[in-house]
């Protein structure tokens, strides 16, 4: 099972990534999460990202490209896995092709999570991170029982640098310059389908199942 999620930022390819990764006991592999423990590390990588991330911007494709080879190579990798976030321009897919085949693989399958401009805004803006632990809420869709204070840990909820208006607005209209492109990039290779990520997590969930069995991918 050799996937790759693609989706604009809140689109939630992230949570269904999460979701098939652990029915089917996949590693999920997510370059954001990785950049971010880099920015908290503030290590050389997590400054060149911070920078970037905070206006919106996109990482760029060397350092992106080199994180994954490496993740890609764990054995844990061997027997398949889930990209969410990678590959987020042309340039990047095919570096990820060009990799697989000297592996003498190939992806079985592209999914892109399709949703309103408008509910995206909703979704990353109304996001909540715990600083301690990463736990992600939502001050509508899922709330701590206690404002502000993560249920897990008890550390403080703040809204992400990313998360917020005016950076939502950059990062969406960065994905959609150079993003998108490769929706186009892979259903031209026959590779892509489209998935109506609006609705509940569990809707979301119960489409791509279905997706993927008509497939005969799961």
Request: hydrophobic share 40%; net charge positive; with cysteine.
């Amino acid at each position: 099972m050799r996937f790759v999620f693609l989706g604009a930022p809140g689109a939630g390819k992230g949570t269904q990534a999460e979701l098939v990764a652990s029915r089917f006991h996949q590693p999920k592999i997510s370059t954001g999460d990785i950049l971010r423990e880099a920015v908290r590390n503030k290590t050389a990588l997590g400054l060149q990202a911070k920078a970037c991330l905070d206006q919106g911007k996109l990482v760029p494709d060397a350092v992106v490209v080199g994180i994954v080879k490496e993740k890609l190579a764990e054995p844990m990798c061997a027997k398949g896995f889930l990209l969410d976030g990678f590959p987020r321009t042309i340039r990047q897919a095919e570096e990820l092709a060009e990799l697989l085949r000297s592996r003498g693989e190939r992806l079985d399958r592209v999914l892109n999570v399709v949703v309103p401009r408008d509910v995206v805004i909703r979704r990353l803006t109304g996001r909540r991170s715990c600083l301690k632990c990463q736990a992600v809420f939502h001050v509508e869709l899922n709330p701590p029982r206690r404002a502000g204070i993560c249920d897990r840990c008890g550390g403080e909820l703040v809204q992400r640098s990313d998360d917020k208006t005016e950076t939502v607005e950059a990062r969406l209209s960065v994905y959609e310059q150079q993003t998108a492109p490769l929706v186009d990039y892979y259903r031209q290779r026959d590779l892509l389908s489209e998935l109506d990520g609006s609705g509940r997590i569990e809707e979301v969930h119960q489409r791509v199942l279905g997706l993927l069995s008509a497939k005969g991918l799961a």
